[in-house]
């Protein structure tokens, strides 16, 4: 009888514990997809705002028609709001040292429009392409890396 309790016992452990491994790898498995997402979004969202920001300061730059300057503003808009909900995931779901890659990437994506010639706005778009790049680094080892 204490011998079949015994194995009862074990077996219902071992199955309990397997749950619990099962249970928490699947959790892990959750956050790391959650995490990739989050920076691949950012990454996007950054390309795009990239995109946007140098098709308006070079229209600025060029003394493009009013109209075309509204639009091209407008566009912008669009794709910096975009930029907000896949930098608060990272934010919130990967590291300090990824989240500071991220806002240095956004802030020099954002001073794109601070461009004072054609020079200077490669230059710009050039610190922003360099800072995304080091955030996509910065995610990856992190990724890569995490148990």
Known sequence: MV????????TLAAAILTQLVAARTARRATLRADQLAAVTGLAS????????MWCLMDAR??????DEIAQRTADTHTTRA?????AMQVRVL???AVAAAAQAAIADTYEIRDALDAA??????EAALAAAERCSDTAADHLQHAH
């Open 3 to 10: 011998q079949t309790l015994i194995a009862v016992t074990g």
């Open 45 to 52: 969202a950054l390309a795009d705002h990239r995109r946007t």
């Open 61 to 66: 730059l060029a003394g493009r028609p009013d």
């Open 82 to 86: 975009a930029i907000t909900g896949p």
């Open 94 to 96: 990967l590291p300090a």
């Open 120 to 125: 200077d706005l490669a230059a710009r778009r």
